[in-house]
């Protein structure tokens, strides 16, 4: 008889190697995570903003300033199209088409 240990008190057993596995490449990602951010929040040592302007050899001695402006949205509306085409394309995919069609 097994007075002493009863089927509900049993508790799965977990290893100490998936567990140290298992931390190990959480520690991987926790610590690649926190390089990916310090590098997309790390400034250049010349970059005092975006407001500054920058001289261009190029444009040096035109009597008339030439930039573009600032603020665009073309850019965002080309992308938002192409993620649309690509959004109203995968509509029409035959799942019953092979490759061999």
């Given amino acids: 008889m097994m007075s002493s240990m009863s089927f509900e008190s049993r508790q799965p057993r977990v290893g100490f190697r998936r567990v140290r596995r298992w931390m190990s490449r959480l520690l991987v990602v926790l610590v690649m995570s926190a390089m990916s951010m310090a590098v997309m929040g790390a400034k250049n040592p ?4 975006e407001d500054s302007d920058k001289m261009d050899g190029r444009l040096d001695g035109y009597p ?10 073309a850019l965002g509306w080309m992308l938002f199209s192409f993620m649309a085409v690509l959004a109203v394309a995968s509509l029409f995919k035959n799942a019953k088409r092979t490759h061999l069609d």
Avoid at 46 to 49: A, K, L, P
């Fill in 64 to 73: 008339v300033i030439v930039r573009m402006e600032k603020n665009g949205t």
């Fill in 46 to 49: 010349g970059d005092e903003g």
